[in-house]
């Protein structure tokens, strides 16, 4: 049972556009979310968070917005830069700490120059 | 320079032979832990330690053992390694349970059992 989603495999935009990645979670317990950027042959690395206490957390290009009642939250970057081309993956976690995280299957962005 | 590293980057090998993935921070983490990264699953968790000699199973933990001798490494075992564990495997390091710290991620090992 996929508690984090992530519905959309693959995601391409234009350089210098927005681009907005979407995750879709289940588990109320739920209360700290991450977005993790992973480049082809590296380990994922920690891009931005938000709690569950807040609605929007913005960091340079990268915002990450949360929509409690609907359990959804979203990453968007502008402008988008060749260098943003990765694979996204949120992740969640519940209670106090990072150490149990449950991550989404990714999605896949490219940006066209 | 604080690093996860693994070895090794890629194997090959065939069903039924025992090998080893090792894994070192150089963090002085407590918390380290093992996930595997399928097409369409995401990241799961396969084991994981709280410190040393304390380690647990994760979200999906069968056909693999682990130790913790040490607290800068977390080597991940398969004993009889099947078609099954194909998959890319990271290592990954946190200060301690219930850290507000981001994991810090090995740079994985790509594995192909025949």
């Known amino acids: 049972d996929q508690q984090v989603k992530q519905n959309s495999p693959s995601l391409s935009v234009q350089e210098g556009r927005i681009s907005i990645l979407n995750c879709d979670y289940t588990n109320s317990m739920f209360d700290y979310f991450l977005w993790y950027k992973k480049y082809p042959a590296e380990g994922p690395t920690f891009l931005i968070s938000?709690?569950?206490?807040?609605d929007k957390n913005e960091d340079g290009r990268f915002t990450v917005f949360l929509n409690k009642s609907a359990k959804h939250l979203s990453l968007h970057i502008v402008p988008s830069q060749p260098g943003d081309s990765a694979v996204y993956f949120c992740a969640a976690s519940a209670g106090f700490g990072n150490e149990k995280l449950t991550f989404g299957t990714g999605t896949r962005l490219t940006i066209i120059p | 320079e604080a690093q996860v590293t693994q070895n090794p980057r890629y194997l090959i090998t065939v069903t039924g032979k025992k090998l080893t993935v090792t894994c070192s921070q150089n963090m002085n983490h407590e918390y380290m832990s093992w996930y595997r990264q399928d097409p369409g699953l995401g990241l799961r968790q396969i084991y994981y330690?709280?410190?040393?000699?304390?380690?647990d199973k994760g979200d999906v933990p069968e056909g693999y053992k682990v130790s913790r001798k040490e607290k800068r490494n977390f080597p991940l075992i398969l004993e009889s390694p099947s078609p099954n564990q194909t998959s890319l495997y990271f290592c990954a390091s946190i200060p301690h349970a219930g850290s507000e710290e981001t994991q810090y991620f090995g740079p994985g090992t790509r594995l192909l059992v025949l």
């Open positions: 938000i709690s569950s206490i807040k």
């Open positions: 330690s709280m410190n040393v000699e304390v380690t």
